[in-house]
């Protein structure tokens, strides 16, 4: 069992950055791949950033790319996503997850994963 806890969010201008952290519980945690998720009003739920479960491989979505940094510590059980040169397209709910499956299983990551409440992040045009 993994709980998660995001915190960072918030509202900030086009071109700013911010910082989400991910709190975890639960000695999986260290074991397993996690990865950042989004989901804006009236859209799914979308992959942003994966991490292996040892930091050595990183995997994110095209529109991210060269913005955004996903990292590790396990010896503190937290995950981060580093958020530069955001958009107001960058708008929605950002998620943390953790899973046994590898963050880039798609479906089977997200069928087997855990889940945080979410933080909300602004980014004002």
């Known amino acids: 069992q993994v709980h998660l806890v995001e915190s960072g969010g918030g509202l900030v201008q086009t071109g700013g950055a911010l910082r989400l952290s991910c709190a975890a519980s639960?000695?999986?945690?260290?074991?397993?791949?996690m990865a950042w998720f989004r989901q804006a009003p009236g859209k799914e739920r979308e992959f942003v950033a994966g991490?292996?479960?040892?930091?050595?491989?990183?995997g994110y979505a095209d529109s991210v790319k060269g913005r955004f940094t996903i990292s590790r510590d396990n010896a503190k059980n937290a995950g981060y996503l580093q958020m530069n040169s955001l958009k107001p397209e960058d708008t929605a709910v950002y998620y943390c997850?953790?899973?046994?499956?590898?963050?880039?299983?798609?479906?089977?990551?997200?069928?087997?994963?855990?889940w945080g409440q979410g933080t909300q992040v602004t980014v004002a045009s």
């Open positions: 639960g000695s999986q945690f260290g074991i397993y791949a």
């Open positions: 997850s953790a899973s046994p499956a590898s963050y880039e299983s798609g479906d089977y990551y997200r069928q087997h994963a855990y």
């Open positions: 991490i292996a479960w040892n930091g050595d491989t990183t």
